[in-house]
Structure formats: C-alpha cells, structure tokens
C-alpha cells in the first residue's frame, strides 16, 4: 500500500470522524437546549458538507482547502475541551477527529505533489 492511499484514509476517517461527531453531539448527545436542534446542526455540521464531493472524489484542491474548515473545528473542540466540562471528552474527539483530518490532507497533497 503506497503513502498517498495511507494518508488519504486517515483524512476521509478524520473528516467522517468529524462530520459524524458533530452530528451526533448536537442531535443526541448534548442536544442545545435554547436553540432548535435542526438549525444548530445546519450550522454545525452543515459546512462539512461542502467539500464532501471533492474530498470522496479525492480531489487534491478541496482537499487542500478543507484544512481551512478543520481548522475551524479544531479551534471549536479545542474552546470545548477547555472550557465547557460536560462536553470536555467529545471536544476532545473533535480535537483528535480533526487533527486527524488536518495531517492526513497536509501529508496526502504533499505525497501527490511529489508523485505529478
């Protein structure tokens, strides 16, 4: 198995990892109780559906710009895991579920680049 393949199926698991994480944690988990729980998870979990497509089609330019988007979820588990102790391990399952996503795409646009 070549390193582009490897490092591809750790971003999908970090990005479904996430994507899976969210939605579950604002409908189930640790549902908002001053918000509908429908729109808390259009505006959570919905921006990971935009490079959904790209990222399946392993696409090496929306992968690349979904580390923007991981970012973003890192800052928010990482805000989580310390501030809020009733959602400190799932802010930790995003942080890791992100990190995950992060260096997978870093290593995979790198690994590609380098096969073109």
């Known amino acids: ?14 990005y ?6 969210m ?3 604002f409908a189930w988990l640790y549902p908002p109780q001053k ?3 429908s ?6 979990a919905g921006p990971l559906l935009l490079p959904l497509r790209g990222i399946l089609k392993e696409k090496r330019y929306t992968i ?20 809020t102790a009733p959602t400190r391990t799932l802010g930790m399952m995003e942080v ?4 995950m996503w992060f ?8 690994v590609t680049k380098r096969q073109q």
């Open 96 to 99: 890791l579920f992100t990190t």
């Open 1 to 14: 198995m070549n390193a582009s393949r490897i490092f591809y199926g750790i971003t999908v698991a970090g």
């Open 39 to 44: 729109l808390t998870i259009l505006l959570i």
């Open 35 to 37: 918000a509908p729980i």
């Open 64 to 83: 690349a710009w979904s580390c923007f988007l991981a970012l973003l979820y890192f800052i928010h588990g990482v805000l989580e895991a310390w501030h």
């Open 23 to 25: 939605t579950a944690w």
């Open 103 to 110: 260096t997978g795409a870093i290593s995979y646009i790198q």
């Open 16 to 21: 479904f990892g996430t994507l899976i994480l």
